[in-house]
């Protein structure tokens, strides 16, 4: 069962920050946050994750709250080829499974 | 690295037949996953390996449903016999598990089945 709550679509326009928000209310002290995303019928590609410290690499930042409730990805300067399914996952650390929701459809408009 | 490979990239049988996908996970990894994906119910985890031992296949819809992995470089997933509605997108992923801290998994080109 999924535990995170994504909103179902964003727009964006292209060369602006990309903000997409996740809640995860029941998220416990083991649990990390995972974010993938999926272009078109691909297979979901990884993009970042935490625990509880906010994460930066090159393709994303990840900013999670202090309470570990709501965490926040940001894509810096979005390109239309980052036009998207973004799932939010909260992942188990003694479990090897990830619950996939119904994600953000991010569209990246010119 | 090739990263996941899967086959074939699509597929379109008759009901009743058998259906065979394969994955190959990317070297080193000792965790694979197979997931199936429908407009439907989204992506949903059928079965997952460690160290080629099935450890969960709670996801799997029936007994005509079957996964090997013979070999840490290999694994199948059957359907014995197949019906529309197993008309699907299944995606392998695989993951280096060393103890359950960061176990990114990374997935194939997927597998898109249609069963007539």
């Known amino acids: 069962d999924a535990k995170t709550t994504q909103p179902p679509s964003m727009d964006c326009a292209e060369g602006r920050a990309a903000n997409l928000p996740c809640n995860h209310s029941?998220?416990?002290?083991?649990?990390?946050v995972y974010w993938y995303r999926q272009i078109h019928s691909q297979g979901p590609q990884y993009i970042i994750h935490g625990l509880k410290n906010n994460e930066t690499n090159e393709m994303a930042s990840l900013i999670i709250t202090e309470d570990r409730k709501s965490s926040t990805l940001i894509l810096p300067h979005a390109t239309l080829r980052d036009t998207a399914v973004y799932y939010c996952?909260?992942?188990?650390?003694?479990?090897?499974?990830?619950?996939f929701g119904s994600g953000t459809k991010l569209n990246v408009k010119p | 690295d090739a990263g996941v490979i899967q086959s074939p990239r699509h597929e379109v049988t008759e009901m009743g037949q058998e259906v065979t996908l394969r994955c190959k996970p990317i070297?080193?990894?000792?965790?694979l996953f197979w997931y199936r994906q429908t407009m439907m119910r989204g992506l949903e985890l059928l079965i997952y390996f460690n160290n080629n031992v099935p450890i969960d296949d709670s996801g799997m819809p029936e007994d005509r449903f079957s996964a090997k992995m013979p070999n840490a470089s290999f694994s199948t997933l059957k359907i014995q016999p197949s019906e529309p509605r197993d008309s699907a997108v299944y995606f392998c992923?695989?993951?280096?598990?060393?103890?359950?801290?960061?176990?990114?998994?990374?997935f194939g080109p997927g597998t898109r089945l249609t069963v007539l």
């Open positions: 070297s080193g990894h000792n965790s």
């Open positions: 992923a695989s993951s280096s598990s060393a103890g359950g801290s960061t176990d990114t998994q990374y």
């Open positions: 996952i909260v992942r188990d650390y003694n479990f090897n499974k990830f619950y």
């Open positions: 029941t998220i416990s002290g083991n649990e990390y």
